[in-house]
């Protein structure tokens, strides 16, 4: 039962980021598209993970995705990522909501409140300050400083590998660095966590469905190994995933 | 409607001088929504008078037209008459001339027809025209036409895509390469490495990945079916000819983006006409038509067989087959497509001196920029593009493929006479950000461009884009530079290539305001598009 009242709850936070999102999403496409030669605004959704973890001793479901709506000159994201144990907790929900403006030709800057609230550990809250966009020779990149009592540094790297123009290897680094101590969270400043991913999908119909077979790797470093070492649990975990990714 | 109140006599005793009654006609169009058959997919659009086959309203130069539209779409309408001399008012492109046509309402456009020849006409609102909302003009000259003819065919093209509009600009904005599925992979890599050596194949890789560019980026929307006439390949849209018979062929391309490469598997085509405007008949194998361009051509089979209209898109993703056959049911060959071109550094040759790249490694490559176009220089064809180009056209059967250089216009439609200013147009763009702009500025934060009647001014277009862009200027000719003097060609749409400066003169003899923007669907929509206004002249 208390399982089952947990996931209601995250149920309305997932409800409560979308009527946060929705009035301000409204008010971008309340301009809609009468005038010739006046850019539309538009929107797009990339589900860039949904997918069934297989590990040596739990299985997951983990997702990512990204909503948005705006013009060239900003947009407004819904950026979601998360993980939960098969019949147990959501060891992992962030969200993030964030104005992105163009800064250079190929980045954008943005600014957000960003919420991670997983099962069994206290609510964190944050302001966010980044980087998103498109580095030379391909690579997406994205970083970002977290700003709260407990501060830390989140960045991305992905590369989409063509083998061919349907088949897509995509390998992708993930990695936080807490600026600050977090006992409750059993986080140490300096003890980062390190994901790597290694996906290959296939573009089934169009860009909009792609299953993906793939594997993930996520290890902790410093402090926060330590802890974990001390209780006897893994610093890392080897996950078989398979997925769809979605973008409409 | 002051203007029709000028015009109208003025027709009329034109048409008294030369012994013709002026003549009135009214034409009836409904916009209607249609579903859509390409025998590949099937898919709700718009179209004229209830069909996917485009509607030809064929006139008389010195009628009076009085065309009715009707809008039976839920969303407001127009219809702009492309290539068409008339009062600013009639032109229909909502909020410049008019304030479109709303649901369930019908419109009459009247003006007189001052012209001769092949033109075209499509909805100027939203998405409409990829969607469907277009048709072709044919206007009979008064005196008959120059080169006369046994047969006269519209063969009138555009690249129908599954995806609406709408959704193409979302996906292109959510990210630029959506459509792009003929981009290098690890197997061109692979290909490359051993026909160059690993090291020349990844210099080359890294070069591009630099600039954050593919030179696989020509068309910019891929997986479409193009169409003749609203018929795929296998709708096989066929026009009967006896042998023997001179046909002309009026050549449209109602594009929403793609370029055809236009052929006749064993015809030479005798290129008579370009936008609308008679030019010296110059015989080629085969041409590329920008997006809104016409071309008439004369071909003339002599053998009872059934002969191919081939068109190609320019990147060589697509490819449509109609037939000239002298009788219905006759199936044309069906070619190969040709392998795909790729972009070399030439074509980015504009865009470095457009945008600042500053700590950028370019891999040692000599980045000369805007080199201007030297007209009849280099390979046949070439002239309009930046030297070493990859996109270059050359003909199937290795024979003559038109260039802009091979136009003359048959009689000048203006005295030759010195421009009296010079305006700069800069095609700018983010392609990563699928952003359009003229001199680095969108529609919707740009100032007009203001032009006084009378006068004649010579615009320079530089492209700094990666793409080609067909640009219209609505309302008065765009006389191409190609160092003909007073037989320039007279043009109502000019492709300028990559990284090329070209120049154009107009004589601007028609007040009010236009528009002005590049003929590519989701460019113009991005707002590569200016609102032009002459002022003084008659009221």
């Known amino acids: 039962m208390g399982a089952y009242s947990k996931e209601t709850n995250h149920m309305k936070k997932l409800l409560l980021g979308t009527a946060l999102g929705l009035p301000l999403a409204l008010t971008f496409t309340s301009v809609a598209m009468a005038e010739v030669g006046v850019s539309p605004t538009v929107w797009g959704v990339r589900i860039d993970k949904l997918e069934y973890r297989m590990g040596d001793e739990e299985n997951s479901f983990a997702w990512g995705f990204e909503a948005w709506t705006g013009n060239d000159e900003l947009r407004l994201v819904w950026k979601s990522e998360g993980a939960k144990i098969e019949g147990g907790d959501f060891e992992e929900m962030d969200n993030q909501i964030r104005l992105q403006k163009p800064i250079t030709d190929f980045f954008d800057g943005f600014i957000g409140i960003a919420a991670s609230t997983p099962d069994g550990a206290p609510e964190r809250y944050y302001g966010a300050f980044g980087v998103t966009g498109l580095a030379p020779q391909w690579f997406e990149v994205e970083a970002a400083l977290y700003v709260s009592e407990y501060p830390y540094l989140g960045a991305e790297v992905e590369y989409e590998g063509l083998l061919t123009n349907r088949l897509i290897l995509t390998p992708s680094i993930e990695a936080s660095l807490p600026l600050a101590d977090d006992p409750e969270r059993e986080i140490v400043a300096g003890g980062g966590s390190v994901e790597l991913g290694l996906r290959l999908s296939y573009d089934l119909i169009g860009r909009s469905v792609s299953p993906y077979i793939g594997v993930n790797y996520e290890r902790a470093f410093g402090g926060t190994a330590d802890i974990l070492r001390d209780h006897g649990d893994e610093l890392d975990e080897l996950t078989g995933v398979v997925g769809i990714n979605f973008m409409f | 409607m002051k203007h029709m109140n000028l015009l109208r006599p003025l027709a009329v005793v034109l048409g008294l001088a030369l012994g013709l009654p002026a003549q009135a006609g009214t034409?009836?169009?409904?916009?209607?929504?249609?579903?859509?058959?390409?025998?590949?997919?099937?898919?709700?659009?718009?179209?004229?008078?209830?069909?996917?086959?485009?509607?030809?309203?064929?006139?008389?130069?010195?009628?009076?037209?009085?065309?009715?539209?009707?809008?039976?779409?839920?969303?407001?309408?127009?219809?702009?008459?492309?290539?068409?001399?008339?009062?600013?008012?009639?032109?229909?492109?909502?909020?410049?001339?008019?304030?479109?046509?709303?649901?369930?309402?019908?419109?009459?456009?009247?003006?007189?027809?001052?012209?001769?020849?092949?033109?075209?006409?499509?909805?100027?609102?939203?998405?409409?025209?990829?969607?469907?909302?277009?048709?072709?003009?044919?206007?009979?000259?008064?005196?008959?036409?120059?080169?006369?003819?046994?047969?006269?065919?519209?063969v009138q093209f555009t690249d129908k895509h599954p995806h609406s509009g709408s959704r193409i600009f979302r996906n292109l904005k959510a990210s630029a390469d959506y459509y792009n599925r003929a981009q290098r992979t690890a197997q061109d890599l692979i290909e490359d490495a051993g026909a160059e050596g690993l090291k020349a194949a990844l210099q080359d890789r890294k070069m591009w990945g630099a600039m954050r560019m593919m030179p696989t980026d020509i068309e910019d929307v891929q997986g479409f079916t193009p169409l003749i006439n609203g018929a795929s390949t296998q709708q096989n849209w066929t026009g009967i000819f006896k042998p023997g018979e001179k046909v002309r062929l009026r050549l449209i391309n109602s594009s929403a983006t793609t370029y055809f490469d236009v052929r006749v598997p064993g015809l030479k085509m005798t290129v008579v006409q370009a936008d609308g405007n008679d030019v010296k008949p110059v015989v080629v194998n085969e041409l590329r038509i920008a997006v809104a361009e016409t071309y008439d051509v004369i071909v003339q089979p002599r053998e009872a067989k059934a002969y191919s209209i081939i068109g190609e898109s320019a990147g060589r993703t697509a490819m449509v087959r109609g037939t000239l056959a002298p009788s219905a049911g006759m199936v044309g060959p069906y070619y190969k497509m040709r392998p795909q071109p790729l972009l070399t550094m030439a074509d980015m040759g504009g865009m470095m001196s457009g945008m600042d790249h500053s700590g950028m490694d370019m891999g040692g490559m000599d980045m000369s920029a805007g080199m201007p176009v030297v007209p009849s220089e280099g390979a046949p064809g070439a002239a309009f593009y930046v030297p070493g180009s990859g996109l270059i056209p050359t003909a199937a059967n290795g024979g003559k493929f038109l260039g802009y250089e091979d136009l003359a216009a048959r009689k000048p439609l203006y005295r030759d006479r010195p421009a009296t200013r010079e305006i700069e147009i800069r095609l700018t763009g983010n392609m990563e950000r699928y952003i359009w702009s003229i001199d680095g500025v969108k529609y919707e934060d740009a100032d007009p461009i203001r032009l006084k009647y009378g006068e004649r001014v010579r615009f320079k277009f530089v492209n700094e884009t990666m793409m080609a862009h067909p640009m219209h200027l609505h309302g008065m000719w765009t006389i191409i530079d190609t160092g003909k003097g007073a037989h320039d060609p007279v043009k109502h749409t000019v492709s300028v290539a990559p990284g090329t400066t070209l120049y154009t003169e107009t004589e601007v003899d028609a007040p009010g305001q236009w528009a002005f923007h590049c003929h590519l669907s989701y460019h113009m929509a991005g707002g590569m598009f200016r609102k032009v206004i002459v002022e003084g002249g008659p009221s």
């Open chain 2, 27 to 154: 034409y009836d169009i409904t916009v209607d929504k249609v579903r859509i058959d390409t025998g590949t997919f099937k898919k709700n659009g718009i179209g004229y008078n209830g069909s996917q086959t485009p509607t030809i309203l064929h006139f008389q130069e010195g009628e009076d037209v009085v065309i009715r539209v009707k809008n039976n779409l839920r969303e407001s309408t127009s219809i702009h008459w492309h290539g068409l001399i008339l009062p600013f008012q009639q032109d229909g492109v909502p909020g410049i001339s008019f304030n479109g046509i709303k649901p369930g309402e019908t419109f009459t456009y009247r003006f007189p027809i001052e012209q001769a020849g092949t033109y075209w006409f499509h909805s100027h609102s939203g998405f409409q025209e990829p969607d469907g909302a277009y048709g072709a003009i044919v206007i009979s000259p008064k005196g008959g036409e120059a080169v006369p003819t046994d047969r006269d065919h519209v």
